[in-house]
Every structure is written in C-alpha cells, then in structure tokens.
C-alpha cells in the first residue's frame, strides 16, 4: 500500500524518487545484465549482435545474476556502476 | 435528542453497488452501526419496521461502519432496506458521530430535525410518532413491552485510536498544510527517507499525517503559528513542521514544547545558529533543561544524563539538529563545515538535577521564577572534558583541578573566546558546598588559578574571558567525583547562551 509520509523540509524542493539524468549519447560501456532467467541469454546475445552493429564506438560488457528470484547482489551492483555508464537488463522467458 | 442545521453530503454505496446521494429531497432516517453491537442489533429490526412501513414516502438506510460486519447486516436487513458501505468511516466522521447506534431524522434538504443515541424506548415512539406526521402513512404495529426502556450504545469506530488520528489527519478541520510525500509500494520507506537526505544518517520514525497530528497535540500553539525562520536557508518554521520532525526524531507529543522553546532560543541572532552549524570549530548547539518539565518528562539529570538511554534526552536534541538540517538547510559539507564534526551534533540535551545542588539553579541565575519552565541552548565546540578529581577534600583544592582542566581546553596557551559549561556532580558539588562555596566562589577560583602567563609572566590571564561565561550546573549519578567540561565556541563575534521560557 502507497504510504503517505508529510514533507519535513522547506518544501523549496520536491521530494521523490528521481530517474538519474539521460545522456544524449550512449558511449563507452554498457552493462549487458542476463537475470539469469530462462532464453535470457538468447534474448542477449541477439541484442549484443544489434546493438554492436548500430553503435560501433560502445563497449558491451556481460554480467550475469545467479538467480532472478532475488535482487541483484550488492557486489554485482558495484561492479556494474563502477564499470559502465548504462546497464540494459534483459527478462526473457 | 438534538437537532442542527445541514448536515453534508454524502455519496455512499450498498453492497449490490447502487449508489445512495444524501440529501434525498426526501425525509430521511439514518441510522449509524456496527455488526458486533448489541444495541445496534437491537434496534435494527425496529429500523427495519420503519422502512417498510414509512418506506414510500422516507428514506430509511442503515450505515454500516465495518466492512467485516456488514455482509451479516445486509443478510439479515439488506434485502429490502439499503445498508451502506461506511466502512472508510468518513460519513461518521464527518457526521460526528460518537455512539452506534446513532439515529439522525432528516428533511428533504438534508437539515438534521433529530438526532439519538443508543436505545431508548421512547426515543423510538417518538420517532415513529414524528415519521406518522410527515407523511400521513399508518405507523406500524410493535409491541412496544418487549423491548428494553433503554440501552446504551457502543463506541463509533471513527473513534478507535488509529483510525481517529487518521480520519483527523484527512478531515476538512486537519490543522496539516505540509506537502504530502507518496512513498510508493515496495519502496522502503526508512530507505526512501535515508536517499532524499532527510535524516541524520540514523533511522528516523517516519512522519505519517497520524503520528504528526499526534504530535501536535503535545502544543496548545496552533500547526500554523510561525516560530523562527531557521538558518542558513531562512526559511519559515511552522509548529507543524517542528512536530514532522519532531516525530522523525522520536519524541513523544509532551516533548515537544521543549523543541519548540529550544527552536526559538537558537534562531536568534544572539545565538547565530548559522554561525554555530558553520564554523569548522564544530560547535553543535546543546540543550539545558530547567523546572518543572523535568520530572513530567523524565529528563534524565542523574546517571548518565550526557549519555544515551533516555528517550526525552536523546530525542529532544535531535529534533532540534533534525529541524535545522531539514528545514533550515544545514548539512555537512553545504553550510555545515565542521572539520571534525562532533558526536554531540547528533543530539546533546539534559537536565539540571536542582533538587540535588546546594546553587540557586541556572534558570533562576538567568533571571527566570524557580517554577518556570526553561531551556538553555549553548553553542559548544568540545567536551565533556572530565575532571577527574577523587583526593580533593577542600574546595580550594578541588576548584584547582576544575582550573587546570579548564586551562587545558582548546589551545592550553591562549585564553578562551567562549563560554565554558562544567557540569558538577553530586559528590563534588558536596565538597564544594561543605565549605560554603557558592557558584561565584568557584567561577572566581576558576579564573584565578587559571591566570597563567604562559608566553610571559607578566601577561597572565584568566582562561575564561570573563566571569559571567563560567556557567555551572548540577547533574550526573550520586556516585563518582567527576566533574564534566564543555567549551564553548566563540562569544563575541560567535554565540551568546539563550534562555527560553517553555510555554505548554
């Protein structure tokens, strides 16, 4: 259920969760993230295949989760931010 | 019985989905209940009567407060009388209805002509009596002997603790203007509160409409009175927005004239409360209660006082940093700009234990009556500093150890800038006071055994600027001679110590 909490600021800002910002252009790395769940890695490798032709100067790198029932680990995630500057993430079936 | 004037609309529903407008342009009986009230059960068979008999020309509904209850009512009454979904409580609510059964007669307009609670024989004669007369229908037939002369009614739901705060929160007559924030579903909202920086990177309690009304009714001040505008943004701080924050913190509603009070006193210009959060001394303003709002809140003055453990102490002290990083804006690395920052920015506050000290107590000192009520906000940049003195049997001897540890604050060669807060126990208090010495007695030791020149002696002088920025109390556990140091910031160009009266 939505929970309804009062603003406790100066209200001069909005609070709410916010996308992070969009670049204009995807360059350097982009995370390939397979959740592990059935044919996602058919799904991704076709996308890989697409993508590499469209954008040519861009790196792909492949992560893989152990199991898609349960959040990303914490290491994965790190490893993810701390290597791309986009992450795609793929859920086949 | 009473009567009123027009009462609201409503737009309810029964259980097939039909929806019911209130008023009806007819005469109309409501009567509010509840599945599981005998007095509620009692008196729908008669309802139930009065809709057959008067049904033609009156619209009789009953208006059922639990949706858990209400399939039993609509399967013994609904089949041939509307029973309403009031299970949200809001038409009870607004209505102000306090019993169930509570049974309103309506005109056509919606103007209340009657109104009765519980079950009273004679009430329900009336009733039929008032109904036969609006509309020249035959009344129906009861056997008025079989039932009780009175009963009374159980307690509305719109009354149960939770769902009043509740329905309070989202009425018309909420005091609440702050900006409702929706936490979405499968967000976390400890998690939420810790992304959007509204914490102190603690969990904070989070300030639901309920809880904040709560917490107001700790006030008799209204939501909106302004009380400050809080530095370094200025921005106006409500009692409303005190009490969201106040809640963040965890205090209880009684807590939070001592917030408040403590509010006032910093967002002064003698405290400069910017200059307090800004400075990379790392000062952090730190809350003295006095009076009688000691015991009733149990403002911890004895054994670890300083420390953690109590919840008045520890929640009081963050709500006023909670009130300054949130609403006025202060956050490390922003205007905040402490090099160390320091453990007592997360909250200091305690008590004077007057009862325990020989002294005329600080808020007497700073002018107000002994009944008073009182905070006293300092600007301290270090400390506690324990003097750790068990040999000393003299006041002399034990106000030389207090000296020297007072000499060693801050830089050891230079005078002091600020004030200074020595908090004394109770068996050190007992040393000083068996030879007579006053609060004076000891700020005057204090300066003369700290009148060291220790780049020239010739230029020996006093630690403490002046006499005044001494400041002593009494607090802590019976047992131990310790007494406990705090320096001050800076007085002149920096913070002067404010009083406030707390006002309930």
Same mark, same amino acid.
């Given at each position: 259920?939505?929970?309804?909490?009062l603003?406790?600021?100066n209200?001069?800002?909005?609070i709410?969760?916010?996308?992070?910002?969009?670049?204009?252009?995807?360059?350097?790395?982009?995370?390939?993230?397979?959740?592990?769940k059935?044919?996602?890695?058919?799904?991704?490798?076709?996308?890989?295949a697409?993508?590499s032709?469209?954008?040519?100067g861009?790196e792909?790198?492949?992560?893989?989760?152990?199991?898609?029932?349960?959040?990303?680990?914490?290491?994965l995630r790190?490893?993810?931010a701390?290597d791309?500057g986009?992450?795609?993430e793929a859920?086949?079936? | 019985?009473?009567?009123g004037?027009?009462?609201p609309e409503?737009?309810?529903?029964?259980?097939?989905g039909?929806?019911?407008?209130?008023?009806?342009?007819?005469?109309?009986?409501?009567?509010?209940?509840k599945?599981?009230?005998?007095t509620?059960e009692?008196?729908?068979p008669?309802?139930?009567?009065?809709?057959?008999?008067?049904?033609?020309s009156v619209?009789v509904?009953?208006?059922?407060q639990?949706a858990?209850?209400?399939?039993t009512l609509i399967?013994?009454f609904?089949?041939?009388? @509307?029973?309403?979904?009031d299970?949200?409580?809001?038409?009870?609510? %607004?209505?102000?209805?306090?019993?169930?059964?509570?049974?309103?007669l309506?005109d056509?307009?919606?103007?209340e002509l009657?109104r009765?609670?519980?079950?009273?024989?004679?009430?329900?004669?009336?009733?039929?009596?008032?109904?036969?007369?609006?509309?020249?229908?035959?009344?129906?037939?009861?056997d008025?002997?079989?039932?009780?002369?009175?009963r009374?009614?159980?307690?509305?739901?719109?009354?149960?603790?939770?769902l009043?705060?509740?329905?309070?929160?989202?009425?018309?007559?909420?005091?609440?203007?702050?900006?409702?924030?929706?936490?979405?579903?499968g967000?976390?909202?400890?998690?939420?509160?810790?992304?959007?920086g509204?914490?102190?990177?603690?969990?904070?309690?989070?300030?639901?409409?309920e809880?904040?009304l709560r917490?107001?009714?700790?006030?008799?001040?209204?939501a909106?009175d302004?009380?400050?505008?809080?530095?370094?943004?200025l921005?106006?701080?409500?009692?409303?927005?005190?009490?969201? %924050?106040?809640?963040?913190?965890?205090?209880?509603?009684?807590?939070? @004239?001592?917030?408040?009070?403590?509010?006032?006193?910093?967002?002064?210009d003698?405290? %400069?409360?910017?200059?307090?959060?800004?400075t990379?001394?790392?000062?952090?303003?730190?809350?003295?209660?006095?009076?009688p709002?000691?015991?009733?809140?149990g403002?911890?003055?004895?054994?670890?006082?300083l420390?953690?453990?109590t919840?008045s102490n520890?929640?009081i002290g963050?709500?006023?940093?909670?009130?300054?990083? %949130?609403v006025?804006?202060?956050?490390?690395?922003?205007?905040?700009r402490s090099?160390?920052?320091s453990p007592?920015?997360f909250?200091?506050?305690?008590?004077e234990w007057?009862?325990?000290?020989?002294?005329?107590?600080l808020h007497?000192?700073?002018?107000?009556?002994?009944?008073?009520?009182?905070?006293?906000?300092?600007?301290?940049?270090?400390?506690?500093?324990l003097v750790?003195?068990?040999?000393?049997?003299?006041?002399?001897s034990?106000?030389?150890?207090?000296?020297?540890?007072?000499?060693?604050?801050?830089?050891?060669?230079?005078?002091?800038r600020?004030?200074?807060?020595?908090?004394?126990?109770?068996?050190?208090?007992?040393?000083l006071?068996?030879?007579?010495?006053t609060?004076?007695?000891?700020?005057e030791?204090?300066?003369?055994?700290?009148?060291?020149?220790?780049?020239?002696?010739?230029?020996?002088?006093?630690?403490?600027p002046?006499?005044?920025?001494?400041?002593l109390?009494v607090?802590?556990?019976?047992?131990?001679?310790?007494?406990?140091?705090?320096?001050?910031w800076?007085?002149?160009?920096g913070?002067?110590?404010?009083?406030?009266?707390?006002?309930?």
């Amino acid at each position: 259920m939505t929970m309804q909490i009062l603003d406790p600021t100066n209200e001069k800002v909005p609070i709410r969760r916010e996308l992070s910002d969009r670049p204009d252009v995807i360059s350097g790395h982009v995370a390939l993230l397979d959740i592990s769940k059935r044919q996602g890695d058919v799904f991704i490798d076709r996308l890989e295949a697409v993508l590499s032709e469209r954008l040519p100067g861009v790196e792909f790198r492949r992560y893989r989760k152990d199991t898609f029932a349960r959040p990303a680990p914490e290491d994965l995630r790190r490893r993810i931010a701390e290597d791309c500057g986009f992450v795609i993430e793929a859920l086949a079936d | 019985m009473t009567t009123g004037t027009s009462l609201p609309e409503f737009r309810l529903f029964d259980a097939s989905g039909s929806e019911h407008l209130f008023p009806t342009g007819r005469p109309t009986v409501l009567c509010f209940a509840k599945h599981d009230c005998p007095t509620c059960e009692l008196s729908m068979p008669l309802l139930l009567r009065m809709h057959e008999a008067f049904g033609d020309s009156v619209d009789v509904w009953a208006v059922s407060q639990d949706a858990e209850g209400e399939p039993t009512l609509i399967e013994e009454f609904g089949t041939s009388m @509307p029973v309403l979904d009031d299970s949200s409580l809001a038409v009870s609510w %607004n209505y102000g209805i306090e019993t169930v059964p509570t049974i309103i007669l309506t005109d056509g307009r919606g103007e209340e002509l009657g109104r009765w609670w519980g079950f009273a024989r004679d009430d329900w004669r009336g009733l039929v009596g008032r109904l036969e007369s609006l509309t020249d229908l035959e009344p129906p037939a009861v056997d008025w002997d079989t039932y009780p002369e009175a009963r009374p009614g159980c307690g509305s739901r719109s009354l149960e603790p939770g769902l009043y705060e509740r329905l309070s929160a989202d009425s018309a007559e909420s005091p609440l203007r702050a900006r409702r924030v929706d936490v979405a579903d499968g967000d976390d909202v400890m998690e939420f509160l810790f992304d959007k920086g509204l914490t102190d990177g603690l969990p904070v309690v989070p300030p639901t409409p309920e809880r904040v009304l709560r917490m107001l009714s700790g006030t008799q001040r209204h939501a909106q009175d302004v009380v400050a505008m809080v530095p370094p943004n200025l921005a106006t701080v409500t009692v409303e927005k005190i009490a969201i %924050n106040a809640v963040m913190a965890g205090c209880r509603p009684e807590y939070l @004239p001592v917030v408040i009070a403590s509010i006032e006193a910093v967002c002064t210009d003698d405290f %400069n409360i910017h200059g307090v959060m800004a400075t990379t001394m790392g000062a952090a303003p730190v809350v003295v209660v006095n009076g009688p709002i000691r015991q009733r809140l149990g403002i911890n003055m004895g054994l670890g006082c300083l420390g953690q453990g109590t919840r008045s102490n520890a929640t009081i002290g963050r709500a006023l940093r909670l009130v300054l990083r %949130n609403v006025g804006g202060a956050k490390p690395g922003g205007t905040e700009r402490s090099t160390f920052g320091s453990p007592s920015k997360f909250t200091l506050a305690f008590a004077e234990w007057e009862e325990r000290s020989p002294w005329v107590p600080l808020h007497v000192e700073r002018g107000f009556e002994p009944e008073d009520s009182v905070v006293t906000v300092y600007a301290l940049s270090g400390g506690p500093s324990l003097v750790v003195d068990h040999r000393s049997r003299t006041a002399e001897s034990l106000a030389t150890s207090i000296a020297l540890v007072v000499r060693g604050i801050q830089d050891p060669r230079a005078q002091a800038r600020g004030d200074v807060l020595v908090v004394v126990s109770p068996e050190h208090v007992d040393t000083l006071h068996r030879d007579g010495w006053t609060k004076n007695d000891l700020r005057e030791a204090i300066q003369g055994a700290t009148s060291i020149g220790l780049r020239h002696p010739d230029l020996a002088t006093p630690k403490v600027p002046e006499l005044d920025y001494i400041h002593l109390v009494v607090a802590g556990g019976e047992a131990g001679k310790y007494t406990a140091i705090f320096e001050g910031w800076v007085r002149d160009v920096g913070s002067v110590p404010t009083s406030r009266k707390i006002e309930d």
